[in-house]
T-cell receptor
Framework: NAGVTQTPKFQVLKTGQSMTLQCAQD?????MSWYRQDPGMGLRLIHY???????DQGEVPNGYNVSRSTTEDFPLRLLSAAPSQTSVYFC????????????FGPGTRLTVT | GDSVTQMEGPVTLSEEAFLTINCTYT??????LFWYVQYPGEGLQLLLK?????DKGSNKGFEATYRKETTSFHLEKGSVQVSDSAVYFC??????????FGKGTRLSVIA
């Protein structure tokens, strides 16, 4: 099993550009989530999904969209990037429920200039 | 709502020193408690967990006991190594709400 994979590993965007961060898992996990990690702020939940076709907002959803058309994939879309979205983004998955025991991807480091 | 408070770092220790990282929580119901570890340049990985009061989670020499009376889940290790240098996150999970993380504590172990 590859576990949770994220692409790209690094990305630089200009303000106003859009992009999609990819996340995939091969463990047949129902629950998937996106976090951002900023210095001194810990991990903040952006969006999560308890199964295909179901998504919900976390603590900091503004500026981000998600969809969950398959169990395996959970992409995160930035519609119009802003410097405040410079961060490290982590995707995670869990077998069921809302994810007590989660498996994390390696992260995407995003810089918005 | 549910929350986790953990001691602020950074924590710097010499090799073979005793480690304690404090974690307290506020939750309705009966949460499960976790410690995650993040090594430099990597994602988080589960270190240990406890699902009910008085349970002790342990892994790689680390231990934490779920204390309902003090709402705490302190992480301990008797003798740290340089390879333990990382950021440690305390977290709780309760019912159908997503996992709640503390802000993390950075540990540096020097030889």
């Amino acid at each position: 099993n590859a576990g949770v994979t994220q692409t790209p590993k690094f990305q630089v965007l200009k303000t106003g550009q859009s992009m999609t961060l990819q996340c995939a898992q091969d463990m047949n996990h129902e629950y998937m989530s996106w976090y951002r990690q900023d210095p001194g702020m810990g991990l903040r939940l952006i969006h999560y999904s308890v199964g295909a076709g179901i998504t919900d907002q976390g603590e900091v959803p503004n500026g981000y969209n998600v969809s969950r058309s398959t169990t395996e994939d959970f992409p995160l879309r930035l519609l119009s990037a802003a410097p405040s979205q410079t961060s490290v983004y982590f995707c995670a998955s869990s077998l069921a429920g809302t994810g007590g025991e989660q498996y994390f991807g390696p992260g995407t480091r995003l810089t918005v200039t | 709502g549910d929350s986790v408070t953990q001691m602020e770092g950074p924590v710097t220790l010499s090799e073979e020193a005793f480690l304690t990282i404090n974690c307290t929580y506020t939750a309705t119901g009966y949460p499960s408690l976790f410690w995650y570890v993040q090594y430099p340049g990597e994602g988080l990985q589960l270190l240990l967990k406890a699902t009910k009061a008085d349970d002790k989670g342990s892994n790689k020499g680390f231990e934490a006991t779920y204390r309902k009376e003090t709402t705490s889940f302190h992480l301990e290790k008797g003798s740290v190594q340089v390879s333990d240098s990382a950021v440690y996150f305390c977290a709780l999970h309760s019912g159908n709400t997503p996992l709640v993380f503390g802000k993390g504590t950075r540990l540096s172990v020097i030889a």
